[in-house]
């Protein structure tokens, strides 16, 4: 009954142009992480200034089958995952708390699914500009 693992693995990236054009034509979006070509601990730290952290909060949102498979059957531990796959986050959007439910209801009414996955605080000395808690 479920797909096959090649179609799975072969699914062409996501392209999120036209609802990420209507919220920045709508809200001031402060920063925009395309996760592909790495996870989301390499991608994200790509828009923040360097005083910045983006702290997500695991079990904010719901890990595709695909990829906790992946991660059971290769026993890849939690932080790997997080580097090297989307774990299921093809875009983070950047908005401030004030904008963050204007922006949900926006994606929503575009057809898109969304979670607030975590938030932007100032960074506490050497630490990793992306962390999971």
Not at 35 to 57: C, D, F, K, S, Y
Not at 106 to 124: K, N, P, S
Request: charged share 20%; hydrophobic share 45%; glycine share 12%.
């Amino acid at each position: 009954g479920g797909a096959r693992l090649v179609d799975l693995l072969m699914a062409p990236t996501r392209i999120y142009v036209k609802p990420v054009l209507q919220l920045i034509r709508q809200l001031k979006v402060k920063g925009l992480a395309h996760i592909t070509g790495g996870g989301l601990l390499e991608n994200i730290p790509r828009v923040l200034p360097e005083h910045l952290v983006a702290q997500l909060e695991r079990g904010a949102w719901t890990m595709p089958p695909l990829f906790a498979w992946l991660q059971r059957e290769g026993g890849v531990a939690d932080g790997e995952m997080h580097r090297v796959f989307n774990c299921g986050i093809g875009m983070v959007v950047i908005v401030s708390p004030a904008d963050a439910a204007a922006a949900e209801q926006l994606l929503r009414g575009a057809g898109e699914t969304v979670w607030r996955i975590g938030a932007v605080r100032r960074r506490q000395g050497s630490e990793a500009q992306t962390i999971v808690v």
